[in-house]
């Protein structure tokens, strides 16, 4: 049983370009939770999605920043006309059911803006 | 608003000693615990998990303790060695409100001297 898989591992951006990570939780998990970490600082809760629902993304930047998560496919967090503050490491993490269940990480995705 | 904090912020010590992290967090009300390792650049290692119901876990050189009265927790390492040289997150999972989201410590950056 493959475990979260993310990709790309390295993004390179310049800045005002758009930037497009995926996701693809454990099988049979749909549930996902998106989490940024900037530089030097801890991780931060983004967005939490279940299959086509958009449960909670009280941590999402208002402006340039959009999550989904398709029936089918990984779940995508997108950001438009980025920054350079944007660059950070995003992690996904999947569980089985919501709430209380272990969450179960990928390896991230470092974004560099430049 | 939980918030969680982790002392030290850095910690240097010969190899060969055990030595103890610690996790403190402001509300009680959690379903879980959770230790993590993060190498430079890369991505989460989940250590180990500590029910609220529970009061300790051990993974062979590790052990985890929760005290969720007093809203603290440490690992402890014992025999520590150079492979150990990482940073140690700490995260907690609210049993209230938002129950779904890791609110993270900043870490504990750890190195082994040989």
């Known amino acids: 049983n493959a475990g979260v898989m993310q990709n790309p591992r390295h993004l390179v951006r310049r800045r005002g370009q758009e930037a497009r990570l995926r996701c693809s939780p454990m099988?049979?998990?749909?549930?996902v939770y998106w989490y940024r970490q900037l530089p030097e600082e801890g991780l931060k809760f983004m967005v939490y999605l279940q299959k086509e629902n958009i449960i909670d993304e009280s941590g999402m930047p208002k402006e340039r920043f959009s999550a989904e998560f398709p029936k089918e496919g990984p779940s995508i967090l997108r950001i438009q006309q980025v920054v350079r503050g944007d660059s950070a490491a995003y992690f996904c993490?999947?569980?089985?059911?919501?709430?209380?269940?272990?969450?179960?990480f990928g390896p991230g995705t470092r974004l560099t803006v430049t | 608003k939980q918030e969680v904090t982790q002392i030290p912020a850095a910690l240097s010590v010969p190899e060969g000693e055990n030595l103890v992290l610690n996790c403190s967090f402001t509300?009680?009300?959690?379903?879980?615990l959770q230790w993590f390792r993060q190498d430079p650049g890369k991505g989460l290692t989940s250590l180990l998990l500590i029910q609220s119901s529970q009061r300790e876990q051990t993974s062979g050189r590790l052990n985890a303790s929760l005290d969720k009265s007093s809203g603290r927790s440490t690992l402890y390492i014992a025999a520590s060695q150079p492979g150990d040289s990482a940073t140690y997150l700490c995260a907690v999972l609210n049993s209230m409100d938002s129950n779904y989201q890791l609110i993270w410590g900043a870490g504990t950056k750890l190195i082994i001297k040989p």
């Open positions: 993490a999947s569980s089985q059911w919501q709430a209380s269940y272990e969450q179960y």
């Open positions: 099988k049979g998990h749909s549930h």
């Open positions: 509300d009680s009300a959690i379903y879980n």
